[in-house]
Nanobody, 127 residues
Framework: QVQLVESGGGLVQAGGSLRLSCVIS????????MGWFRQAPGKEREFAAA????????TYADSVKGRFTISRDNAKNTVFLQMNSLKPEDTAVYYC????????????????????WGQGTQVTVSS
């Protein structure tokens, strides 16, 4: 069974940085497209970033482009989300998600395309 566990969330001031980690167990992470999503209170879940199996392809939501960077370390079965220049509107629960694919270059930006989800980690940005 695939399990995803996020960590690295916390409270940070606007303009600060956080690095989220997602460790996948039960399968080799190199078989999966990995994504980060977030959900703010009272809002629907939204896509933030995704990375292909190989790491060669990435995609970002416009709201985080240029500030967030997704990366992966397949040897450690871990995916990261480096978040810089954080804004209060980035406050949300951040979820890691994965889905298996045969295509090493595919990236997906909708939640329905992902099969496995972590429990989430809270990120709070104060103004």
């Amino acid at each position: 069974q695939v399990q995803l566990v996020e960590s690295g969330g916390g409270l940070v001031q606007a303009g600060g940085s956080l690095r989220l980690s997602c460790v996948i167990s039960g399968r080799t992470v190199s078989s999966y497209v990995m994504g980060w999503f977030r959900q703010a209170p009272g809002k629907e879940r939204e896509f933030a970033a995704a990375i292909s199996r190989s790491g060669a392809s990435t995609t970002y939501a416009d709201s985080v482009k240029g500030r967030f960077t997704i990366s992966r370390d397949n040897a450690k079965n871990t995916v990261f989300l480096q978040m810089n220049s954080l804004k209060p509107e980035d406050t949300a629960v951040y979820y890691c998600a994965s889905t298996a694919t045969a295509d090493s270059k595919s990236v997906y930006d909708t939640g329905d395309q992902y099969d496995y989800w972590g429990q989430g980690t809270q990120v709070t940005v104060s103004s």
